[in-house]
């Protein structure tokens, strides 16, 4: 194709949230991402998503795709297509400018590009043999540090990387990660792990006292406080695997 042609294809690589919803009741979406996001605008800062109804528990014969859409814009995350909905439910998102894609659309290759081996010819003693250029290292997930209080009302995000926070995260407040969430002070807001999707995301902190806690979109609230085997205890937060179900996990964490 001429470099001057009106259209040019090319491949990239693009950063897309797997969204997991569990129903398609709009109010019920709507309470829970008011919970989760805060109604901020820009939450997901222009995000692309695929809708993931793998565990879906309460599905509507006619879901108003346009206004889930539209409910997700409203927090900055923009969908992009859906999987594993019933072939009937995945024909009128796909009318609505939502296509199906399969189970392997989310994955990610680890396989690395193999060298081929050319046919050894004959060749002089003294000529070394030619040496083949290991690939360039992956880059290490960037770490970013919070040493400064975060105040009811502000929200820090550590895009594509780890967090690690040295003061207090007051009620109110709200810290954020696509890789896990160190915190060495009293976590009093909520703190969200993998918010990218990474389900081997983790949380930990030294003083739980948290309002809520979610990694890779699974969250829990503490509405009537902390447990008070946790309360003002050192606990770390992940995703356990039940029947093929991710579950999250509060548990005691021992420093001692």
Not at 23 to 36: G, K, P
Not at 95 to 114: E, F, I, N, Q
Not at 128 to 149: G, I, N, Q
């Amino acid at each position: 194709m001429a470099k001057d042609a009106p259209i040019q294809f090319k491949g990239t690589s693009l950063k897309i949230i797997q969204t997991q919803l569990r129903t398609t009741d709009l109010a019920a979406l709507h309470a829970a991402l008011a919970e989760l996001t805060g109604n901020s605008p820009d939450f997901f800062e222009n995000e692309l998503a695929v809708l993931d109804f793998s565990h879906a528990e309460t599905l509507s014969d006619d879901p108003d795709w346009s206004a889930i859409c539209k409910l997700l814009r409203g927090s900055g995350l923009h969908a992009i297509a859906t999987r594993s909905l019933p072939e009937e439910l995945a024909s009128s998102a796909n009318a609505a400018g939502l296509p199906t894609v399969g189970p392997d659309a989310l994955g990610r290759s680890t396989a690395r590009p193999k060298v081929a081996e050319a046919p050894v010819a004959p060749a002089p003693a003294a000529e070394p043999a030619p040496v083949v250029a290991a690939p360039p290292p992956e880059p290490a997930p960037r770490t970013v540090t919070l040493d400064k209080p975060l105040r009811s009302g502000q929200r820090f995000y550590a895009k594509g990387g780890d967090l690690v926070v040295t003061a207090m995260i007051s009620a109110g407040a709200e810290v954020i990660a696509d890789g896990n969430i160190h915190i060495y002070a009293p976590l009093r807001g909520r703190a969200l792990a993998g918010a990218s999707g990474d389900k081997t995301a983790r949380i930990f902190t030294t003083c739980l006292e948290a309002e809520l806690v979610s990694v890779a979109g699974i969250y829990r609230t503490f509405e009537a406080g902390v447990p008070a085997e946790l309360a003002r205890q050192p606990a770390t937060v992940g995703l356990t695997e039940d029947g093929g179900e991710s579950r999250l996990t509060v548990a005691a964490l021992a420093l001692r």
